[in-house]
């Protein structure tokens, strides 16, 4: 499974994003899509994830009621809507996806994309 992620870009603070996650090679709706965030000098951090069918969600408490995961079967993809940005939420954005995963943690996800820059300017 091949995975582009896009969608990043230069915004203010309490502007808004929309990030995709496009898959291709696999059958997307055997996947559980997670997002997951790094920060310059930091460590790779979970942000949001999404069961097969999209009854699932969770989030990180740190996005929670500003970020919205979702997926489209039919199109092969994964977004990541996110509202009220802080100048924290600077990062580059990595989608993935696992046949099995647990939310949070990275080593249950099968497949990475390249990631996409986010910036948030205050």
């Known amino acids: 499974v091949q995975l582009q992620a896009s969608g990043g870009g230069l915004v203010q603070a309490g502007g808004s994003l929309r990030l995709s996650c496009a898959a291709s090679?696999?059958?997307?709706?055997?996947?559980?899509m997670g997002w997951f965030r790094q920060a310059p000098g930091k460590g790779r951090e979970f942000v949001a994830a999404?069961?097969?069918?999209?009854?699932?969600?969770y989030y990180a408490d740190s996005v929670k009621g500003r970020f919205t995961i979702s997926r489209v079967n039919a199109r092969d993809t994964a977004y990541l809507q996110m509202n009220s940005l802080k100048p924290e939420d600077t990062a580059v954005y990595y989608c993935?996806?696992?046949?099995?995963?647990?939310?949070?943690?990275?080593?249950?996800?099968?497949?990475w994309g390249q990631g996409t820059l986010v910036t948030v300017s205050s």
């Open positions: 993935a996806a696992g046949r099995t995963v647990v939310a949070a943690r990275t080593d249950t996800y099968d497949y």
């Open positions: 999404i069961n097969w069918s999209g009854g699932s969600t």
């Open positions: 090679g696999g059958t997307f709706s055997s996947y559980a």
